[in-house]
């Protein structure tokens, strides 16, 4: 029998291609709007400097990932391989924006350094940080599967869950509704085409159809007055060249990264295991990609991209089974890749960010937050749902502390008052703080040790808990310091130290009351 020629493009390719590229497009627009609109990070830095790098990483992959599709057809003697979408991660993008760059771009301000110092930096740290992420999935790529064991799977998408549901799923909402009439119609079509399963339109992408009502709305009624001062007229359009050069200005980032760590090492930790829950969907859909292959390419990815400035990691997304069922093949991840790959080196892709408003991005990412907490739940055994709910809080601390500390609302100098006033013990401000610091390592630590005495398994739930003990003590979790550093406890101050020990001695105070209970539980069980 002749097997039909594996084509570059088949009709699926277009539709598969429409969806790629906007859910790249709508997080590179929340990390622009995030940088440039909330942190009033100056604009040529976020397009002339970050996103040609974090570009480049998405055409690499993809590339990569257009070649494993198309070896793995040839050597099947098939033409219905499909490639395994890249792009970048979305709600460690976004944590990257509200908790890591956003943040330090202001704390390099009030440190004394001018805007653009103050930008040159975080875009360091920005590099740096991919790097750090970068070698991490290399090196985790070969201890995958080691790790997905270790650490339960509640721990690990009800931690990325919580980044989800406060962080990429209400904060966007709050801008959507910052102009409901444009945001909340858009909103709807998504809701009704990706959450609803209902048809578009000539069978369009229901991304692609919220974009362009969205935008319809925004430039018929903006101009006319009745989105009030919510409108902003477009841009002038211009060509913002340039090549994402390899440089070593990563280096010099590495001064800063120490205290965003605890947020860091965990985005780059979920990455492997999200990259070996796509790969096994893959297989179960037909399409047997080594599970190897699939990390170490977006581990080499991520760091081609932090080498040339790039600021936001890629990942292998979920729903490949989805583009194959639509129809697409090789051929929409080739030209992903080269249309967002040459986008950041001619900047028409920050053109294309600045036309579209925010609320009309946020809708698809209110979505995938949407996606990603179900997930949790329906990934997960139905009697751990309690350890992926308590798994939430930590981020939802963190999200409470974002809008506190924001200026303005309150005065640093309030803030800091709030956050040391000890007259009846720790104050609110301080565990809310240092509830949410180091919030990802917390959410996993909480949900294990959950999943532990679930499975009756309270001894190791103690170990779990000890664990978590420890990392307080230094801050990885819990830090008692507004940036969420890590620290040695006894060069703190007596208040914070008083903290520091009481957080870390109430994890070993519940580890040893495990170990009595299971020990009464044992005598009970041997006297029955």
């Given at each position: 029998?002749?097997?039909?020629a594996?084509?570059?493009?088949a009709?699926g390719?277009?539709?598969?291609f429409?969806?790629?590229?906007?859910d790249?497009?709508?997080?590179?627009?929340?990390?622009?709007?995030?940088l440039?609109g909330?942190?009033?990070?100056?604009?040529?830095?976020v397009?002339?400097?970050?996103?040609?790098?974090?570009?480049?990483?998405?055409?690499?992959?993809n590339?990569?990932?257009t070649?494993?599709?198309?070896?793995?057809?040839?050597?099947?003697?098939?033409?219905?391989?499909?490639?395994?979408?890249?792009g970048?991660?979305?709600?460690?993008?976004?944590?990257?924006?509200?908790?890591?760059?956003g943040p330090?771009?202001?704390?390099?301000?009030?440190?004394?350094m001018?805007?653009?110092?103050?930008a040159?930096a975080?875009?360091?740290?920005g590099?740096?940080?991919?790097?750090?992420?970068?070698?991490?999935?290399?090196?985790?790529?070969?201890?995958?599967a080691?790790?997905q064991?270790?650490?339960?799977r509640?721990g690990?998408?009800?931690s990325?869950?919580?980044?989800?549901l406060v962080l990429m799923?209400?904060?966007?909402?709050?801008?959507?509704?910052?102009?409901p009439v444009?945001?909340?119609a858009?909103?709807?079509?998504v809701?009704?085409?990706?959450?609803?399963?209902g048809?578009?339109p000539f069978?369009?992408?229901?991304v692609l159809?919220?974009?362009?009502?969205?935008a319809l709305?925004?430039?018929?009624l903006?101009p006319l007055?009745?989105?009030?001062a919510?409108?902003?007229?477009?841009?002038?359009w211009?060509?913002r060249?340039?090549?994402?050069?390899?440089t070593?200005?990563?280096?010099?980032?590495?001064?800063y990264?120490?205290p965003?760590?605890?947020l860091?090492?965990?985005?780059?930790?979920?990455?492997?295991?999200?990259?070996?829950?796509?790969?096994e969907s893959?297989?179960?859909a037909?399409d047997?990609?080594?599970?190897r292959?699939?990390?170490l390419?977006?581990?080499?990815?991520?760091?081609?991209a932090?080498?040339?400035?790039?600021?936001a990691?890629t990942?292998?997304?979920?729903g490949?089974?989805?583009?194959k069922?639509?129809?697409a093949?090789s051929?929409?991840?080739?030209?992903t890749g080269?249309?967002?790959?040459?986008?950041?080196?001619?900047?028409?892709?920050?053109?294309?960010?600045?036309l579209?408003p925010?609320?009309?991005l946020a809708?698809?990412?209110?979505?995938?937050?949407?996606?990603?907490?179900?997930?949790?739940?329906e990934a997960?055994?139905m009697r751990?749902?309690a350890?992926?709910?308590?798994?939430f809080?930590?981020?939802?601390?963190?999200?409470l502390?974002i809008?506190?500390s924001?200026?303005?609302?309150v005065?640093?100098?309030?803030?800091?008052?709030?956050?040391?006033?000890?007259?009846?013990?720790?104050?609110?401000?301080?565990?809310?703080?240092?509830?949410?610091?180091?919030?990802?390592?917390?959410?996993?630590?909480?949900?294990?040790?959950?999943?532990?005495?679930?499975?009756?398994?309270p001894?190791?739930?103690?170990?779990?808990?000890?664990?978590?003990?420890a990392?307080?003590?230094f801050?990885?979790?819990h830090?008692?310091?507004?940036?969420?550093?890590?620290?040695?406890p006894?060069?703190?101050?007596?208040?914070?130290?008083?903290?520091?020990?009481?957080?870390a001695?109430?994890?070993a105070?519940?580890?040893?009351?495990?170990?009595?209970l299971?020990?009464?539980g044992r005598?009970?069980?041997?006297?029955?």
């Open positions: 029998m002749n097997i039909p594996n084509r570059w493009f009709p390719d277009l539709n598969g429409l969806g790629l590229v906007v790249n497009l709508s997080i590179m627009g929340f990390l622009a709007a995030a440039i909330l942190f009033g990070f100056p604009a040529d830095i397009f002339l400097r970050m996103f040609p790098g974090t570009a480049l990483g998405v055409l690499l992959g590339l990569a990932y070649a494993m599709a198309r070896r793995l057809a040839r050597r099947r003697g098939s033409n219905t391989v499909t490639a395994m979408p890249l970048l991660d979305a709600p460690t993008s976004i944590g990257m924006a509200l908790l890591v760059l330090a771009f202001l704390g390099f301000g009030q440190g004394g001018d805007a653009h110092a103050a040159i975080t875009w360091q740290l590099m740096a940080s991919l790097v750090v992420m970068g070698v991490l999935k290399f090196v985790l790529s070969f201890f995958g080691m790790v064991r270790h650490v339960p509640a690990l998408l009800g990325i869950a919580g980044i989800a799923g209400f904060l966007p909402l709050v801008e959507i509704l910052k102009l444009v945001g909340f858009g909103l709807g079509v809701l009704y085409a990706l959450v609803a399963h048809r578009m069978g369009l992408p229901g159809v919220a974009f362009v009502l969205g709305l925004y430039y018929g903006g007055g009745w989105l009030g919510g409108y902003h007229a477009p841009a002038a211009q060509w060249f340039a090549l994402p050069w390899p070593l200005q990563w280096v010099q980032g590495l001064a990264i120490v965003y760590l605890p860091i090492l965990p985005f780059g930790l979920l990455m492997v295991v999200g990259g070996i829950n796509v790969t893959a297989r179960a037909g047997d990609y080594s599970t292959d699939i990390l390419v977006e581990a080499l990815a991520t760091l081609a932090g080498f040339c400035g790039g600021v990691q990942t292998p997304y979920i490949q089974p989805s583009y069922a639509m129809g093949r051929g929409y991840t080739l030209l080269i249309v967002i790959g040459l986008g950041g080196v001619f900047g028409y892709l920050s053109n294309l960010v600045e579209v925010l609320p009309v809708p698809i990412l209110v979505f995938v937050a949407i996606g990603i907490t179900v997930q949790a739940f997960t055994p751990y749902a350890a992926v709910v308590f798994s809080f930590p981020a939802i601390a963190r999200m502390t809008k506190l924001d200026p303005a609302y005065s640093p100098e309030h803030f800091a008052q709030l956050f040391n006033d000890g007259t009846h013990g720790i104050s609110e401000l301080a565990v809310i703080t240092v509830l949410g610091n180091g919030f990802i390592i917390t959410a996993m630590v909480w949900a294990s040790f959950v999943v532990a005495l679930i499975d009756r398994r001894l190791r739930a103690a170990l779990i808990l000890l664990l978590g003990g990392l307080s003590l801050g990885v979790i830090s008692v310091e507004l940036s969420g550093g890590i620290y040695l006894w060069l703190l101050d007596a208040a914070s130290r008083s903290i520091v020990w009481q957080f001695g109430a994890y105070v519940l580890a040893i009351v495990l170990v009595l299971s020990l009464g005598g009970r069980a041997a006297v029955r």
